[in-house]
C-alpha cells in the first residue's frame, strides 16, 4: 500500500531528490506545491534544527499528514560559517542562485585553494500530528571552487566540490550526489524513522 509523507517545502528540486531517495520504499512525496491552501512557514530560527522543526511541526499540524522538513545549506570556513542559515537568501530576499554564486565567489576571491574549506549541513525533521518531532542531520565536507561547473543541480552545487572528488556536484550529476549528499545523509537516517512512522504505527 503507498504511504505519503508530506514534504514542507514548494521547491521541486527537493521533492524530486526526495522521491528518488525514497523510490524503493514505495512512498509517495507530495509538497506545498501540491496542497497550495496550506501556509508558508517563515524560517527565523538561528540554526538548521530550529528552521526544520518549525517548518515540520507547523506543517503536519496545518495537514494532519506525517511531515517531513529540511533546512539546509551551506557552511564556509573562510566565512565563519556563513551563509549558513541564510544560504538561500545569501545574496538577499529573493536572491537567485546565480546572485548567491557571485556574492560567494566575490567574498572568496582573495582566499586561496587550501582556505576554501567548506561542507553542506542539513537538518531533517520529522513531524507526526499532535505527536512526535525526531531531527537528524547529515553533512557532506569539500571545499568552493574557484568558477561554476557543471549545469546540474541547484543552488551552490556548481561551487561546491565533495571531498574526494574533483567536480562539482553539478557536474556528478543526481546519481553521485544522491548517494554523498548531506541530505542523502541526513536522509539515510530518517528512513527507518519514516519506515516504523508510516508502516507500523
Do not use: W
Amino acid at each position: 500500500m503507498n504511504k505519503t509523507v508530506l514534504l514542507a517545502t514548494r521547491n521541486r528540486h527537493k521533492q524530486k531528490e526526495l522521491q528518488d531517495m525514497l523510490a524503493d520504499l514505495d512512498i509517495r512525496v507530495m509538497s506545498l506545491a501540491d496542497v497550495p491552501a496550506l501556509p508558508e512557514v517563515e524560517e527565523d530560527g538561528e540554526t538548521f534544527a530550529e528552521n526544520a522543526a518549525k517548518k515540520a511541526r507547523v506543517t503536519a499540524e496545518s495537514s494532519g499528514e506525517i511531515c517531513l522538513a529540511d533546512d539546509s545549506g551551506l557552511v564556509v570556513d573562510a566565512l565563519d560559517g556563513r551563509p549558513g542559515v541564510y544560504s538561500a537568501r545569501f545574496a538577499g530576499p529573493g536572491a537567485s542562485d546565480e546572485e548567491n554564486n557571485a556574492l560567494l565567489l566575490q567574498m572568496l576571491r582573495e582566499v586561496p585553494e587550501e582556505k576554501r574549506g567548506a561542507r553542506f549541513v542539513c537538518v531533517i525533521a520529522i513531524a507526526v500530528p499532535r505527536g512526535k518531532l525526531y531531527l537528524v542531520e547529515g553533512t557532506c565536507p569539500g571545499k568552493i571552487g574557484f568558477v561554476p561547473g557543471g549545469a546540474g543541480g541547484f543552488g551552490y552545487d556548481p561551487l561546491f566540490i565533495p571531498q574526494g572528488y574533483r567536480q562539482s556536484f553539478a557536474e556528478l550529476g543526481d546519481g553521485v550526489k544522491n548517494t554523498i549528499s548531506h541530505r542523502a545523509r541526513a536522509l539515510a537516517r530518517a528512513r527507518p524513522l519514516l519506515q516504523e512512522l508510516l508502516y507500523h504505527l
